[in-house]
């Protein structure tokens, strides 16, 4: 076990399922770049909105899958000439929102298959295929997994209408270690302790592991079934982060 280094972590992510964001930036940038495409493309996915999207009926969404088809191919005919990056930059990113709106389109059909969509383990502890899982049967090797877990997590969560602060406790051998370390969390490579007996007995068991959403409810507290999943470190990653405690983050209005 090492103590973390600094360095810079870039997220990406693939949770699409939203509809207003998107759009936002998205006519931001056409109404600046491809105003026609803009005034058109408005109305027509003007019924693709966060708060419809759990009822939006099947021919709505068969025509809104025609329509965001055909908005990508008239974006790709007005595609700046402008060599310079941070042009393409803008543009690039803008295509990104559609394909996002696209796949929350499909996701909503009945063929979307909604949990292909799932968290970065190799595997997952729910019965689905995951992301991770099709992430690392197409990358192989080069896909690398670092898993999370902490002896005390506050983070803010969605209870009912709005946001709150909750504290859920975990212990398990990987919290344990915490107690001889100076510091707040250490790092546990597994490829490191690939030869270590004791360890791989640890890595290819089953253990109890934090895992929150975005919605979360006090009553959950009174039932670790709610925040703990079990988990088999070696089959769903690389690493694993474990941490002291965590702060909640800060949110922005």
Same mark, same amino acid.
């Given at each position: 076990?090492?103590?973390?280094?600094?360095?810079?972590?870039?997220?990406?992510?693939?949770?699409?399922?939203?509809?207003?964001?998107?759009?936002?930036?998205?006519?931001?940038?056409?109404?600046?770049?491809?105003?026609?495409?803009?005034?058109?493309?408005?109305?027509?996915?003007?019924?693709?909105?966060?708060?419809?999207?759990?009822?939006?009926?099947?021919?709505?969404?068969?025509?809104?899958?025609?329509?965001?088809?055909?908005?990508?191919?008239?974006?790709?005919?007005?595609?700046?000439?402008?060599?310079?990056?941070?042009?393409?930059?803008?543009?690039?990113?803008?295509?990104?929102?559609?394909?996002?709106?696209?796949?929350?389109?499909?996701?909503?059909?009945? =063929? @979307?298959? %909604?949990?292909?969509?799932?968290?970065?383990?190799?595997?997952? /502890?729910?019965?689905?295929? !995951?992301?991770?899982? #099709?992430?690392?049967?197409?990358?192989?090797?080069?896909?690398?997994?670092?898993?999370?877990?902490?002896?005390?997590?506050?983070?803010?969560?969605?209870?009912?209408?709005?946001?709150?602060?909750?504290?859920?406790?975990?212990?398990?051998?990987?919290?344990?270690?915490?107690?001889?370390?100076?510091?707040?969390?250490?790092?546990?490579?597994?490829?490191?302790?690939?030869?270590?007996?004791?360890?791989?007995?640890?890595?290819?068991?089953?253990?109890?592991?934090?895992?929150?959403?975005?919605?979360? =409810? @006090?009553? %959950?507290?009174?039932?670790?079934?709610?925040?703990?999943?079990? /988990?088999?470190?070696?089959? !769903?990653?690389?690493? #694993?982060?474990?941490?002291?405690?965590?702060?909640?983050?800060?949110?922005?209005?």
């Amino acid at each position: 076990m090492t103590p973390l280094k600094k360095f810079l972590i870039k997220f990406y992510g693939f949770d699409m399922q939203r509809y207003d964001n998107n759009k936002e930036l998205l006519f931001e940038y056409l109404s600046d770049n491809m105003p026609t495409i803009a005034q058109t493309y408005a109305l027509k996915l003007a019924s693709l909105t966060d708060e419809d999207m759990y009822s939006l009926d099947k021919t709505i969404l068969a025509q809104a899958e025609n329509d965001i088809s055909e908005l990508m191919l008239e974006m790709e005919t007005q595609k700046p000439s402008d060599p310079v990056a941070a042009v393409q930059f803008e543009y690039e990113t803008a295509v990104e929102y559609v394909q996002c709106i696209l796949e929350n389109t499909l996701l909503r059909g009945e =063929s @979307s298959g %909604y949990n292909k969509n799932g968290h970065i383990g190799k595997q997952s /502890v729910s019965g689905y295929t !995951c992301m991770g899982q #099709l992430l690392d049967e197409q990358y192989n090797e080069a896909y690398f997994t670092i898993g999370t877990d902490a002896a005390s997590t506050e983070f803010n969560a969605q209870d009912d209408d709005t946001y709150k602060e909750f504290m859920v406790e975990n212990q398990n051998i990987f919290t344990d270690q915490l107690g001889d370390l100076d510091g707040n969390y250490y790092y546990l490579e597994f490829a490191k302790v690939s030869h270590d007996e004791k360890w791989q007995k640890v890595l290819t068991a089953q253990h109890r592991m934090t895992a929150l959403n975005t919605s979360f =409810s @006090s009553a %959950y507290t009174a039932a670790k079934v709610y925040y703990n999943l079990k /988990v088999t470190p070696s089959k !769903c990653y690389n690493g #694993l982060i474990v941490l002291k405690n965590t702060t909640p983050t800060n949110l922005l209005d």
